[in-house]
């Protein structure tokens, strides 16, 4: 509704800075000879309509730049390589924005703010001199136009106002809005992309690409919102293991540790039995020594998840065992040296 009526004001302004300029143009047509005037009426509205257009743009591409929403700075995990990493912002009930693994790009941001700073600094400097500026602009276009410096002065103000304050206003209040949008529709989305990784599995597909569509699903799931994002991943894994014989998928077995201790985190700050919190405890902590034994390299990533203190991270990032940190198994598994 707010668009639709800056909308609605923006095009009145318009037409009537249009209806101005056709005025002038009429003006201007009616002191030549009669043989002269339709020239006279189409040079000064062209030139106007020219003059106009050009200033509206700049003032448009000023009013964006200034407009332009900024996306809160958080830190995001690094892209897994050798190792994965586990679930950001763990068993806390609101939604937060570090709980994703992509981030959006503020390039365009940052160079907004770099502009905005500066274009405010060099106007307020140039400011007593902008008059004299302004003027021999407005003469600059009467030598070259059939128009007089004050109706181009008029005309390259108005217009430049009115692209400026139409981009910002449009800026601030659709593309903000369309920015809030993509956020908080962004775990539905990633659910729906994650969904999709099951369901190419064929019947007859290898045991390596059931492990790489299975990984990457579970991987994508710990990334979504609590509870939704954990409960997908440990039902995922017990698919998964039930179908995985002796020899199933480190990572994922990583990953289901990660996947319980987000649960044990949520369900114990929502009053959960603590018969119930012990046999996510036990899950995560039998899940853990798997992973370990399979393959001592993920002791390292699982470390970075358990340990609060780890330097490798930023507080609030990849915590999903931090619940467990001074529990003395997990110390004696994830504590020892690597090997």
Request: aromatic share 10%.
């Amino acid at each position: 509704m707010n668009v639709a009526w800056t909308s609605v004001g923006l095009f009145i302004w318009f037409i009537l800075s249009s209806l101005c300029i056709l005025l002038h143009a009429l003006n201007a047509a009616a002191g030549q000879a009669p043989g002269a005037r339709t020239a006279s009426f189409l040079g000064v509205l062209s030139n106007s309509a020219l003059l106009g257009a050009a200033f509206t743009s700049v003032g448009a591409l000023l009013g964006f730049i200034f407009g332009i929403p900024r996306v809160p700075k958080y830190s995001a995990p690094a892209a897994p390589q050798l190792q994965a990493g586990g679930a950001a912002a763990t068993g806390t009930p609101p939604r937060q924005q570090d709980d994703r693994r992509l981030t959006p790009n503020t390039n365009l941001e940052d160079i907004s703010d770099w502009l905005t700073k500066i274009l405010v600094g060099a106007g307020l400097a140039q400011l007593a001199v902008l008059p004299g500026k302004l003027t021999r602009l407005a003469e600059f276009f009467h030598a070259s136009m059939p128009l007089t410096a004050e109706a181009a002065l008029m005309i390259l103000l108005n217009f430049f106002v009115l692209g400026f304050m139409g981009s910002y206003l449009l800026t601030r209040l659709f593309l903000t809005e369309a920015f809030r949008t993509v956020e908080e529709g962004g775990g539905a989305k990633f659910g729906r992309v994650a969904q999709d990784l099951l369901l190419e599995i064929s019947p007859g597909a290898s045991k390596e690409e059931r492990d790489a569509k299975y990984e990457s699903y579970i991987y994508t799931c710990l990334y979504l919102d609590p509870p939704d994002g954990f409960e997908r991943t440990i039902r995922a894994c017990l698919e998964y293991l039930e179908n995985a014989g002796d020899s199933p998928n480190p990572r994922i077995l990583a990953y289901q540790a990660m996947a319980y201790g987000q649960k044990y985190d949520w369900d114990q700050k929502h009053g959960a039995a603590k018969d119930a919190l012990v046999l996510l405890r036990n899950s995560a902590l039998a899940a853990v020594k798997r992973a370990v034994e399979a393959q001592p390299k993920l002791r390292t990533l699982l470390r970075t998840t358990w340990d609060p203190n780890d330097p490798s991270k930023l507080r609030g990032e990849e915590n999903d065992l931090e619940v467990f940190f001074n529990d003395s198994d997990f110390k004696q598994i994830l504590d020892s040296p690597t090997g």
